[in-house]
Nanobody
Framework: QLQVVESGGGLVQPGGSLRLSCAASGFTLAYYPIAWFRQAPGKEREGVSSISNSDGTTYYSDSVKGRFTISRANAKNTMYLQMNSLKPEDTAVYYC??????????????????WGQGTQVTVSS
């Protein structure tokens, strides 16, 4: 079965850290561009980070640049999103995705072949 499954969400205090994981099965993650998206209540889903499969170029939205780090572990067929210095406005459901069309400068479009089920991240004191 071709799928990606996220884990690692939860409740964290402002300024804290979380690492989201996304394990792929049924296909090789290293062959595809990958991305993380998030959707906050009442807002559209937005792409926050991506990494290309060709040269490893990364993209971060302005809202997370300098705080979040995307990576992949090819041997584990897994991708990660390390989130530091979390803010209440980072509260959202986070989705991993693979085989995404990347726009100029790497901004991920919503056109991805594989989507995870989403994991809730809540930043609150």
């Amino acid at each position: 079965q071709l799928q990606v499954v996220e884990s690692g969400g939860g409740l964290v205090q402002p300024g804290g850290s979380l690492r989201l994981s996304c394990a792929a099965s049924g296909f090789t993650l290293a062959y595809y561009p990958i991305a993380w998206f998030r959707q906050a209540p009442g807002k559209e889903r937005e792409g926050v980070s991506s990494i290309s499969n060709s040269d490893g170029t990364t993209y971060y939205s302005d809202s997370v640049k300098g705080r979040f780090t995307i990576s992949r572990a090819n041997a584990k067929n897994t991708m990660y999103l390390q989130m530091n210095s979390l803010k209440p406005e980072d509260t959202a459901v986070y989705y991993c995705a693979a085989n995404c069309y990347l726009r100029a400068l790497g901004a991920p479009s919503q056109h991805c072949g594989y989507w995870g089920q989403g994991t809730q991240v809540t930043v609150s004191s």
